[in-house]
Nanobody, 123 residues
Framework: QVQLVESGGGLVQAGGSLRLSCAAS????????MAWFRQAPGKEREFVAA???????YYADSVKGRATISRDNAKNTVYLQMNSLKPEDTAVYCC?????????????????WGQGTRVTVSS
């Protein structure tokens, strides 16, 4: 089992940038596909980005071109760089993990979750 802890959220003005981090416990981080999801107030959780074990990346259309997901297996950490932030990016961002191959964009496919980090983008 892996434990996930996010950091890097905060308040930022529209047009600004943030880098979110998700630190994982354990010695087998490289065996996990990792993803970021977000949930805005009153809305359902939605997929943001994912990175496979082989570092293939996947993005939601809403963040494509503005977000970059990356991983550092030596540090057991996955990152989400968000640029050109918009007020509609305001949400709690959670990282998620699954052992093995990238399973797609459904949150139900990821059994391991962090508590989340809040991102607020002011207009």
């Amino acid at each position: 089992q892996v434990q996930l802890v996010e950091s890097g959220g905060g308040l930022v003005q529209a047009g600004g940038s943030l880098r979110l981090s998700c630190a994982a416990s354990g010695r087998t981080f490289g065996n996990y596909a990792m993803a970021w999801f977000r949930q805005a107030p009153g809305k359902e959780r939605e997929f943001v980005a994912a990175i496979s074990r082989s570092e293939s990346t996947y993005y939601a259309d809403s963040v494509k071109g503005r977000a970059t997901i990356s991983r550092d297996n030596a540090k057991n950490t996955v990152y989400l760089q968000m640029n050109s932030l918009k007020p509609e990016d305001t949400a709690v961002y959670c990282c998620a993990a699954v052992t093995g191959a990238y399973p797609g964009r459904r949150s139900q496919a990821y059994p391991y979750w962090g508590q989340g980090t809040r991102v607020t983008v002011s207009s």
